[in-house]
Nanobody, 127 residues
């Protein structure tokens, strides 16, 4: 079982930036892919970004491509989500996710492939 703790959420103006971080414990961090999902009020949880075990492959939702960057530091057991050019529609609770396998590409980055979830961190983008 993997335990995940997110940090870095907050209130930011349109066009601003935030960096989320998620620290993992419980399993060898470099043995599984990591990702970020988000859920806005009244909507289903949606995929945002994912990164494979060694950081060489990343995947993004179309809505965040070119604005968000996912990265990981296996020495620190941490995955990051750098969010730039934030928009009001980015407002949501953001959840860190640990996948069951080292890679999640080829359509395998959706929520059923997630083994563990963090508690979430709120991101609010104000206009």
């Amino acid at each position: 079982q993997v335990q995940l703790v997110e940090s870095g959420g907050g209130l930011v103006q349109v066009g601003g930036s935030l960096r989320l971080a998620c620290v993992a414990s419980g399993r060898t961090f470099s043995s599984y892919a990591m990702g970020w999902f988000r859920q806005a009020p009244g909507k289903e949880r949606e995929f945002v970004a994912a990164i494979n075990w060694n950081g060489r492959n990343t995947y993004y939702a179309d809505s965040v491509k070119g604005r968000f960057t996912i990265s990981r530091d296996n020495a620190k057991n941490t995955v990051y989500l750098q969010m730039n050019s934030l928009k009001p529609e980015d407002t949501a609770e953001y959840y860190c996710a640990a996948y069951r396998s080292p890679n999640c590409g080829g359509g395998g980055c959706s929520s059923p492939s997630v083994g563990s979830w963090g508690q979430g961190t709120q991101v609010t983008v104000s206009s």
